[in-house]
């Protein structure tokens, strides 16, 4: 008779203790995903940005290096290495595919530097639960001095 009292008692502990352990398991693993998500975005922005800021500059009619334009290359270099290491994999793919492998220099500029930036973007708004935007990105430069006015697009 003690055994049949004791049954459902052990039943409803065994299945209590397997759903806790179910619930704590979905918990970290929904943790997990939404740390890994948030660096995505945080790593896709900060890439964005510094590929952003330098790509659309014309640093060939700046006859002398600055401290501001190795800040902003620097800063372009370890957006990329962030992004193969980092993003997603159609965005690293195309990164290295991107980057000579033969010692030339990068040329900043042009369709594939602008699909880059657009494949990038429309990462980010899609991890941010935005709708894509058709448009190539386009930016905006101000110039305070009267020398450099014309340089960028």
Sequence with gaps: MLQSDL??????????????????????????????????TETLIGAYLAMEDFGARDFSLYNNPSEENERMSRAVERAMAQLQLLGPKDIADEISGFIPTDGQTVSFGGATWEKILKTVRDELRGQLDMEPVDSIPKSLRVYLSERLKHVDR
Excluded: C, E, N, Y
């Design 7 to 40: 049954f459902p008692l052990v039943v409803t502990q065994s299945v209590t203790i397997g759903l806790a352990l179910l619930g704590f398991w979905w918990t970290l693993k929904t943790d997990r995903r939404k740390r890994r998500d948030q660096h995505v």
